[in-house]
T-cell receptor
Framework: AQKITQTQPGMFVQEKEAVTLDCTYDTSDQSYGLFWYKQPSSGEMIFLIYQGSYDEQNATEGRYSLNFQKARKSANLVISASQLGDSAMYFCAMREFRSGNTPLVFGKGTRLSVIA | DSGVTQTPKHLITATGQRVTLRCSPRSGDLSVYWYQQSLDQGLQFLIHYYNGEERAKGNILERFSAQQFPDLHSELNLSSLELGDSALYFC??????????????FGSGTRLTVV
């Protein structure tokens, strides 16, 4: 069974600083994908970044990068140059691709607060 | 606008009642997933439909049921509602059960309050 762990219920970061949100996962599958979603106070789920288990390079999308350490089963999200609009809940999620119909499994999330 | 439409956005109802939540997936997407987000449980997977067929079930209560229609829209039916069913219900879509890459596209959710 797959499992996602986010150990930081809440984080604070100063505006313009970088912040790392932790995520570890557990799976016995070799083929899987890791995702990060952002949920602002308005409630919608916004896709941020994806990393495939076979991708050799860490994924990057603008100010977001994913620090993928396969041996440690970690997939930390790094946000550079934090902005006030980054204040939100952040969810790490994973799905396994072995059978094709494994749903996304989410961690419990980290609430990020950016301070001016 | 993500392309996934959920209605209604807000719903307030009494215990014991029955409600139906509706989801229209993004154009071209055949898969619809339902998730429940409550304060203490995080995002919990409920059920997945692909092209009208049920593909996977998660922690869905027997009081809850879902279906996907030929036009690919989906409905989640919640009956004999309890206070603990109050939550944000998300629908998400993808172009197939085997989709890798970019996960799902989420709707804006239906906030259900049971009083």
């Amino acid at each position: 069974a797959q499992k996602i762990t986010q150990t930081q219920p809440g984080m604070f970061v100063q505006e313009k600083e970088a912040v790392t949100l932790d995520c570890t996962y557990d799976t016995s599958d070799q083929s899987y994908g890791l995702f990060w979603y952002k949920q602002p106070s308005s409630g919608e789920m916004i896709f941020l970044i994806y990393q495939g288990s076979y991708d050799e390079q860490n994924a990057t999308e603008g100010r977001y990068s994913l620090n993928f350490q396969k041996a440690r089963k970690s997939a930390n999200l790094v946000i550079s140059a934090s902005q006030l609009g980054d204040s939100a809940m952040y969810f790490c999620a994973m799905r396994e691709f072995r059978s094709g119909n494994t749903p996304l499994v989410f961690g419990k999330g980290t609430r990020l607060s950016v301070i001016a | 606008d993500s392309g996934v439409t959920q209605t209604p956005k807000h719903l307030i109802t009494a215990t014991g009642q029955r409600v139906t939540l509706r989801c229209s997936p993004r154009s071209g997407d055949l898969s619809v997933y339902w998730y429940q987000q409550s304060l203490d449980q995080g995002l919990q997977f409920l059920i997945h439909y692909y092209n009208g067929e049920e593909r996977a079930k998660g922690n869905i209560l027997e009081r809850f049921s879902a279906q996907q229609f030929p036009d690919l829209h989906s409905e989640l039916n919640l009956s004999s509602l309890e206070l603990g069913d109050s939550a944000l219900y998300f629908c998400a879509s993808s172009d197939g059960p085997g989709t890798g890459g970019y996960g799902y596209t989420f709707g804006s959710g239906t906030r259900l309050t049971v009083v």
